[in-house]
């Protein structure tokens, strides 16, 4: 299990991870490569300080699970797995390739590290709650992290396992909301609004936390305060910009479900290997 | 005197007698557990059970988060509002091929005077398109029992149980022995071949017991497993009686009689008949004159039967 907390050290693996986006999505000449951008502090954050798992034994009984409600968004978490151990990091030019362990949409059965299969929205946050429940009866003590898109929560499962995760007192899960304002139709407020979305939340019942979802240091805060949280859930709304790293794809909804052109892919390459500190 | 009895009722009391047994079982329901008969397993062990609220979509994914993390859930509602979690079960149940047991109960016209809006008719259609899926539709309170304690004991994915509300005759003794995936002939015959499932199963009984009078033999064959469905035994009545009759209280597109059909259609063409509902929905009234007025009696069976002769 990889460990790195130090900020400037996960901010050069940010770095990479995000080419690791790019160049799988351009490999595979297509996929979201805007909302898994968006999504990268937080599941680093995640995998690289804050939860315990195995890459030996992916299927660990005892492991934190981390269920990717936005399945789009598999090349943020693709990267990641094969950058923590559980593939070899080859696999992710593979992406959305007939036969291989890297689907479109992520698949528990086949990519080793996978916890749930997601691709249809608002169905991540029940599937939590099942593993939640699981863990409280077996007295386990792992915890389950789960991250929905902020369009997702235009689903109504979403309010269903939104009233269930509090009903049931379950601390041991914490929902993060990678708030990028975009969706395929354009911003969530043109699209349908979902705003007041932390009040919605607090509403709810769940312990509430807003954070920039690119600064390391907040989401850690966060991510500590959820795992001292007790009796309730916690959700952390994270304030993040959807094709975050490449100044031309930030705060763009076309780039939410296609990849680049070879052009585009250059001028990506030169931005993020040469970083403007 | 024949015993009858509501399949639900075994399934509550099967799911009580194997909490016991297995700690891993859990049960959920949506607002629904009286009807449903799992408040018989909440009473006992309230730990393992969870009432998810009118939720069924919640209630789906929830049941194969626990499945991943070991549990052998139990989900319950009634079929037509577990069916609303068609693509829940397609994406999160069957693509992930989780041991999610969704055993709903109220199926068919039976249900009677709550009308067209809670009678599902087509539950056994769309459960049966999925992939993984395994659909079962038990004949009576027996068989129910032998189901339940089947899928504790035989973990490969999903399952869908078709379960009613209504007191059935019971068709089977107490040295029945289910098998999953075989038909179970219940009566001898030569002339035509009378498939059923479910409360139709009876009606079959009865049907073979009216044409017998008219000197027609008809083997009945109880086909409590729908998928995967029994090809050999479909095609082994086609060849020996060269006339079928399917019967299901459920439509005729996508049930049973789709699934002999095309059995049929590809293996042993021969004419047969569907009894069904007519690709209508059904509406408020007593079940039996529900099952009359939506042709799924023994006597609507035995014309079916004769109009092959």
């Given at each position: 299990?990889?460990?790195?907390?130090?900020?400037?050290?996960?901010?050069?693996?940010?770095?990479?991870?995000?080419?690791?986006?790019?160049?799988?999505?351009?490999?595979?000449?297509?996929?979201?490569?805007?909302?898994?951008?968006?999504?990268?502090?937080?599941?680093?954050?995640?995998?690289?300080?804050?939860?315990?798992?195995?890459?030996?034994?992916?299927?660990?009984?005892?492991?934190?699970?981390?269920?990717?409600?936005?399945?789009?968004?598999?090349?943020?978490?693709?990267?990641?797995?094969?950058?923590?151990?559980?593939?070899?990091?080859?696999?992710?030019?593979?992406?959305?390739?007939?036969?291989?362990?890297?689907?479109?949409?992520?698949?528990?059965?086949?990519?080793?590290?996978?916890?749930?299969?997601?691709?249809?929205?608002?169905?991540?946050?029940?599937?939590?709650?099942?593993?939640?429940?699981?863990?409280?009866?077996?007295?386990?003590?792992?915890?389950?992290?789960?991250?929905?898109?902020?369009?997702?929560?235009?689903?109504?499962?979403?309010?269903?396992?939104?009233?269930?995760?509090?009903?049931?007192?379950?601390?041991?899960?914490?929902?993060?909301?990678?708030?990028?304002?975009?969706?395929?139709?354009?911003?969530?407020?043109?699209?349908?609004?979902?705003?007041?979305?932390?009040?919605?939340?607090?509403?709810?019942?769940?312990?509430?936390?807003?954070?920039?979802?690119?600064?390391?240091?907040?989401?850690?805060?966060?991510?500590?305060?959820a795992r001292t949280t007790k009796g309730r859930p916690t959700i952390i709304i994270a304030h993040t910009v959807k094709g975050r790293g490449v100044s031309f794809m930030e705060r763009v909804a076309g780039?939410?479900?296609?990849?680049?052109?070879?052009?585009?892919?250059?001028?990506?390459?030169?931005?993020?290997?040469?970083?403007?500190? | 005197?024949?015993?009858?009895?509501?399949?639900?009722?075994?399934?509550?009391?099967?799911?009580?007698?194997?909490?016991?047994?297995?700690?891993?079982?859990?049960?959920?329901?949506?607002?629904?557990?009286?009807?449903?008969?799992?408040?018989?397993?909440?009473?006992?062990?309230?730990?393992?059970?969870?009432?998810?609220?009118?939720?069924?979509?919640?209630?789906?994914?929830?049941?194969?988060?626990?499945?991943?993390?070991?549990?052998?859930?139990?989900?319950?509602?009634?079929?037509?509002?577990?069916?609303?979690?068609?693509?829940?079960?397609?994406?999160?149940?069957?693509?992930?091929?989780?041991?999610?047991?969704?055993?709903?109960?109220?199926?068919?016209?039976?249900?009677?005077?709550?009308?067209?809006?809670?009678?599902?008719?087509?539950?056994?259609?769309?459960t049966r398109a999925l992939p993984r899926m395994r659909v079962f539709v038990p004949a009576d309170d027996i068989e129910t029992t032998q189901v339940i304690n089947y899928l504790v004991a035989h973990r490969d994915g999903p399952a869908y149980v078709r379960l009613?509300?209504?007191?059935?005759?019971?068709?089977?003794?107490?040295?029945?022995?289910?098998?999953?995936?075989?038909?179970?002939?219940?009566?001898?015959?030569?002339?035509?071949?009378?498939?059923?499932?479910?409360?139709?199963?009876?009606?079959?009984?009865?049907?073979?017991?009216?044409?017998?009078?008219?000197?027609?033999?008809?083997?009945?064959?109880?086909?409590?497993?729908?998928?995967?469905?029994?090809?050999?035994?479909?095609?082994?009545?086609?060849?020996?009686?060269?006339?079928?009759?399917?019967?299901?209280?459920?439509?005729?597109?996508?049930?049973?009689?789709?699934?002999?059909?095309?059995?049929?259609?590809?293996?042993?063409?021969?004419?047969?008949?569907?009894?069904?509902?007519?690709?209508?929905?059904?509406?408020?009234?007593?079940?039996?004159?529900?099952?009359?007025?939506?042709?799924?009696?023994?006597?609507?069976?035995?014309?079916?039967?004769?109009?092959?002769?």
């Amino acid at each position: 299990m990889e460990r790195v907390t130090d900020i400037t050290q996960l901010k050069e693996i940010a770095r990479q991870v995000r080419l690791d986006i790019l160049e799988s999505t351009f490999a595979a000449g297509s996929g979201h490569p805007g909302g898994s951008m968006s999504a990268v502090e937080i599941v680093l954050a995640l995998y690289y300080r804050e939860m315990k798992y195995n890459p030996e034994e992916p299927h660990w009984a005892d492991r934190d699970r981390f269920i990717l409600s936005k399945g789009h968004a598999c090349p943020v978490l693709y990267s990641i797995l094969s950058r923590v151990g559980f593939f070899p990091h080859e696999e992710i030019l593979r992406f959305r390739k007939l036969g291989s362990i890297l689907q479109g949409h992520t698949d528990m059965l086949k990519t080793p590290g996978v916890d749930a299969s997601a691709g249809s929205l608002g169905m991540g946050l029940s599937f939590g709650n099942g593993v939640a429940l699981a863990g409280k009866l077996d007295r386990k003590d792992y915890r389950v992290f789960v991250m929905m898109g902020d369009g997702e929560v235009q689903e109504g499962e979403v309010w269903e396992a939104a009233m269930t995760a509090p009903h049931y007192n379950l601390d041991n899960l914490c929902a993060i909301l990678d708030h990028n304002e975009l969706q395929i139709d354009g911003f969530n407020y043109d699209v349908k609004d979902i705003e007041p979305i932390a009040d919605k939340w607090r509403a709810f019942c769940w312990n509430v936390l807003e954070v920039n979802g690119h600064d390391f240091g907040q989401i850690f805060a966060a991510l500590d305060e959820a795992r001292t949280t007790k009796g309730r859930p916690t959700i952390i709304i994270a304030h993040t910009v959807k094709g975050r790293g490449v100044s031309f794809m930030e705060r763009v909804a076309g780039f939410h479900g296609r990849c680049l052109t070879k052009d585009e892919m250059e001028l990506a390459r030169k931005e993020l290997e040469y970083p403007l500190m | 005197m024949t015993v009858t009895a509501a399949t639900r009722d075994a399934y509550g009391a099967a799911l009580e007698e194997i909490g016991g047994r297995y700690p891993e079982v859990v049960v959920l329901d949506a607002d629904l557990s009286e009807s449903t008969r799992t408040y018989k397993f909440a009473k006992k062990y309230p730990d393992r059970f969870f009432q998810m609220g009118i939720s069924e979509q919640d209630m789906v994914c929830t049941a194969a988060g626990l499945a991943s993390a070991g549990k052998m859930p139990f989900a319950s509602s009634f079929a037509i509002f577990g069916s609303r979690a068609w693509e829940q079960i397609r994406n999160m149940v069957c693509r992930a091929n989780l041991n999610v047991n969704l055993c709903f109960s109220h199926a068919g016209i039976s249900v009677g005077e709550d009308g067209a809006s809670a009678q599902a008719l087509e539950d056994i259609a769309i459960t049966r398109a999925l992939p993984r899926m395994r659909v079962f539709v038990p004949a009576d309170d027996i068989e129910t029992t032998q189901v339940i304690n089947y899928l504790v004991a035989h973990r490969d994915g999903p399952a869908y149980v078709r379960l009613g509300r209504a007191k059935v005759p019971r068709v089977h003794d107490e040295k029945y022995q289910f098998r999953a995936g075989r038909a179970d002939k219940l009566r001898e015959g030569k002339d035509a071949t009378i498939i059923a499932c479910g409360i139709m199963v009876a009606a079959a009984l009865d049907a073979a017991d009216l044409l017998e009078k008219e000197g027609v033999k008809a083997v009945v064959l109880n086909m409590s497993t729908i998928k995967p469905i029994d090809a050999e035994a479909i095609a082994a009545a086609s060849r020996a009686t060269g006339r079928i009759v399917t019967a299901e209280e459920h439509s005729i597109i996508g049930g049973l009689g789709s699934a002999v059909a095309e059995v049929l259609a590809e293996r042993a063409p021969c004419p047969m008949k569907r009894i069904g509902t007519q690709d209508v929905f059904g509406e408020s009234g007593a079940p039996d004159e529900l099952l009359r007025k939506y042709g799924l009696t023994k006597e609507n069976i035995a014309q079916a039967v004769r109009s092959l002769m």
